[in-house]
């Protein structure tokens, strides 16, 4: 990994690559390496300042965030509510789930953003440990054919700290800071989210509800992705190195 990630680069991947390259490849089963980037981590069987030690080569000794493939509860895969807690404290989610779009305006999944808390619920105490967890569209499914479905056999996690001001792993460099060549291969526009009425993960099936629906609809009645969306990256890490310079 240290011949890929030079000094002055990290592992920034967006949320368009962490759905649609690394999720979308794990739950297809297509990659055999998959793992030693994004390790598979059963995140509420620990505390949140465990995980950096669990964390795959990509986010190795990296002190803003680090990334896992989450393996679906088995209460979750009978048709019950996951459970967020851990052996000091638990997982709160914040707000509404919301749809990830890819940069060609494509709906990709759902977003969904928890703060750890420490203590047991209802009176832990908020910390700065966050984490969004994101949930791949079932693209066997036709928007047409009903309520969207979500794959839940994995997610992708990306676990951070707050820092009370812009993320980082958010920032893209462009052509003006003299990193022509990893401007290229951001995507035109950082995926974007719409807000979605209720939580779409408390069940197996992942209905997200007539809202979504909606959206998913009118994706479809205006033609969905361009050319190439669906075009694969062949290397699981080039389009993810982001420069640290910035």
């Not at 638990?90 to 759902?110: C, D, E, H, I, Q």
């Not at 893209?172 to 995926?191: C, D, F, I, K, S």
């Not at 209720?198 to 969905?224: K, M, P, V, Y």
Request: charged letters at 25%; hydrophobic letters at 30%; aromatic letters at 10%.
């Amino acid at each position: 990994m240290n011949s890929v990630v030079l000094p002055g680069y990290r592992f920034y991947p967006t949320e368009e690559e962490l759905i649609d390259f690394f999720l979308r490849n794990k739950l297809e089963n297509r990659r055999q390496d998959m793992e030693v980037v994004v390790p598979v981590v059963d995140i509420y069987n620990f505390d949140p300042w465990q995980l950096s030690q669990m964390s795959g080569e990509a986010c190795r000794g990296d002190d803003e965030q680090w990334i896992f493939f989450c393996p679906r509860q088995e209460r979750e895969a009978q048709g019950g509510r996951p459970t967020r807690t851990t052996p000091s404290g638990y997982w709160k989610a914040t707000g509404s789930p919301s749809l990830v779009f890819s940069s060609a305006n494509r709906a990709l999944g759902m977003k969904r953003t928890m703060v750890f808390y420490e203590g047991r619920a209802p009176t832990g105490t908020s910390t700065k440990w966050k984490m969004n967890e994101y949930r791949a569209l079932d693209q066997s499914v036709s928007a047409a054919a009903g309520p969207p479905k979500f794959r839940s056999e994995f997610s992708v996690c990306r676990v951070y700290t707050r820092s009370g001001c812009i993320r980082a792993f958010d920032r893209r460099p462009t052509p003006a800071q003299g990193v022509e060549e990893a401007a290229a291969l951001v995507t035109p526009q950082r995926a974007s989210t719409a807000s979605v009425a209720h939580d779409s993960f408390n069940s197996s099936n992942g209905a997200a509800g007539d809202g979504l629906q909606r959206i998913l609809e009118g994706q479809h009645q205006h033609g969905g992705a361009g050319a190439g969306d669906n075009d694969e990256v062949d290397d699981p890490f080039t389009a993810c190195i982001r420069s640290g310079s910035d």
